[in-house]
């Protein structure tokens, strides 16, 4: 049996600034992948029509994410960065795996119905297919493995079952085009063209929650900026918001099921280890007994530390876009001759003329 060559593939929605949870939960990720990887990185801009039909800057939003991408040390010479839109072949395999992928499926997706709310009958067919869609970003270069955190997991099983049934429903076609190779998936021998998408977990995906209520996730939608850390956000900005906080009267444990029950006190613990790079654990044992006077203080020179540098040179690289619209256009040229391969053999499979 053969395997699929290792590509990472993941993207980021160009819908608003980008937060400390973007940061540590993906990007920081995609950094220490790159090494030993080949790695593509999207800013998915399609996929924020979903979201918000109509955008005031999405240009700028998705310049913004690429700055995000560069400064945090993402290569884009070594690994391509591109946006979406750039590669019309993502809507093209896309409207295919609509037509593999069966309604029951799509039916069974939370995300849809945590956004589309109780007015399912008002939300976008965008929205309901968007995991398709998501399916389409990864095996348009048949991507093996993809950096998830846990609110995307249930769609990459989804991309698992489009590429399983696209697989056998074109069997004998896979064969005839010469494509596609011998794997085993569970016991069975199956001549796949498209790979089993794997996620990527590096340890314990860290949980950044706001700022200002414990019990939600640190998101871009909040109406109070200071339940956010941004990517674009100054020293003082970030101090400001650490200082406060929301936290309980209580000093910090010294074990960690201390921190049981006290969601606040357990985010910027959780913060700070990410940052350090340290386990919660060993964050404990530096600052058990310490009260949160202390501990704030020090956990602004962190973040300050560890995030100035990316915001100075996001700043920079947007003062004048020329580099990032460089880095995206030849981006864009790589993903599409990478993606024009796989449709190509696509199209004779599915029997397409061309």
């Given at each position: 049996?053969s395997?699929f060559?290792?590509?990472?593939?993941?993207?980021?929605?160009?819908?608003?600034?980008?937060h400390?949870?973007?940061y540590l939960?993906?990007?920081?990720?995609f950094?220490?992948?790159?090494?030993?990887?080949?790695?593509v990185y999207?800013?998915?801009?399609?996929?924020a029509?979903?979201?918000?039909?109509v955008?005031d800057?999405?240009?700028?939003?998705?310049?913004?994410i690429?700055?995000?991408?560069?400064?945090?040390?993402?290569?884009?010479?070594?690994?391509?960065?591109?946006?979406?839109s750039?590669?019309?072949?993502?809507a093209?395999?896309?409207?295919?795996?609509?037509?593999?992928?069966r309604i029951?499926?799509?039916?069974?997706?939370?995300?849809?119905?945590?956004?589309?709310?109780?007015?399912?009958?008002?939300a976008?067919?965008?929205?309901?297919a968007?995991?398709?869609?998501?399916a389409?970003?990864i095996?348009v270069?048949?991507?093996?493995?993809v950096?998830?955190?846990d609110?995307?997991k249930?769609?990459?099983?989804?991309?698992?079952?489009?590429?399983?049934?696209?697989n056998?429903?074109?069997a004998?076609h896979?064969?005839?085009?010469?494509v596609?190779?011998?794997i085993t998936?569970?016991?069975?021998?199956?001549?796949?063209?498209?790979?089993?998408?794997e996620?990527?977990?590096d340890?314990?995906a860290p949980?950044v929650?706001?700022?200002?209520d414990?019990?939600?996730?640190?998101?871009k939608?909040d109406?109070?900026?200071?339940s956010?850390?941004?990517l674009m956000?100054?020293?003082?900005a970030?101090?400001?918001?650490?200082?406060?906080?929301?936290?309980?009267?209580?000093?910090l444990?010294?074990?960690?099921?201390?921190?049981?029950?006290?969601?606040?006190?357990?985010n910027?613990v959780g913060?700070?280890?990410?940052?350090?790079?340290?386990?919660?654990?060993?964050v404990?044992?530096?600052?058990?007994?310490q009260q949160?006077?202390?501990?704030k203080?020090?956990?602004?020179?962190?973040?300050?530390n560890?995030l100035?540098p990316?915001?100075?040179?996001m700043?920079r690289l947007?003062?004048?876009t020329?580099?990032?619209?460089a880095?995206?256009?030849?981006?864009?040229?790589?993903?599409?001759?990478r993606?024009?391969?796989?449709?190509?053999?696509v199209?004779d499979?599915v029997g397409f003329?061309?």
């Amino acid at each position: 049996m053969s395997e699929f060559k290792k590509l990472v593939f993941s993207g980021v929605q160009p819908t608003g600034n980008l937060h400390l949870g973007n940061y540590l939960g993906a990007i920081r990720k995609f950094v220490a992948l790159q090494d030993g990887n080949d790695c593509v990185y999207c800013v998915v801009d399609m996929h924020a029509l979903t979201a918000q039909l109509v955008h005031d800057d999405l240009r700028g939003q998705i310049r913004s994410i690429a700055a995000a991408f560069i400064a945090s040390g993402i290569d884009p010479v070594r690994n391509i960065v591109f946006n979406q839109s750039a590669v019309p072949q993502h809507a093209e395999l896309a409207w295919i795996f609509n037509c593999v992928a069966r309604i029951g499926w799509m039916n069974r997706m939370t995300q849809f119905k945590d956004k589309a709310g109780k007015d399912r009958e008002q939300a976008s067919l965008g929205l309901y297919a968007y995991p398709s869609l998501m399916a389409a970003d990864i095996l348009v270069y048949r991507g093996t493995h993809v950096p998830v955190g846990d609110d995307q997991k249930q769609h990459l099983e989804l991309a698992r079952d489009i590429a399983m049934k696209f697989n056998l429903d074109y069997a004998e076609h896979i064969r005839k085009a010469g494509v596609g190779i011998d794997i085993t998936v569970g016991d069975e021998p199956v001549h796949a063209y498209f790979p089993m998408v794997e996620p990527l977990i590096d340890g314990p995906a860290p949980r950044v929650m706001s700022l200002r209520d414990g019990s939600k996730k640190m998101s871009k939608s909040d109406p109070s900026d200071l339940s956010r850390i941004n990517l674009m956000d100054d020293a003082d900005a970030i101090s400001k918001k650490i200082r406060k906080a929301k936290t309980d009267p209580d000093g910090l444990p010294s074990e960690i099921d201390g921190l049981k029950g006290r969601p606040e006190a357990d985010n910027l613990v959780g913060i700070y280890a990410a940052l350090a790079d340290k386990s919660k654990i060993d964050v404990l044992a530096e600052f058990g007994g310490q009260q949160f006077s202390v501990f704030k203080p020090a956990l602004v020179d962190l973040a300050v530390n560890t995030l100035s540098p990316i915001t100075g040179e996001m700043r920079r690289l947007m003062e004048d876009t020329t580099h990032i619209d460089a880095i995206l256009r030849d981006g864009g040229e790589r993903a599409r001759a990478r993606a024009e391969v796989t449709m190509n053999e696509v199209r004779d499979i599915v029997g397409f003329l061309r």
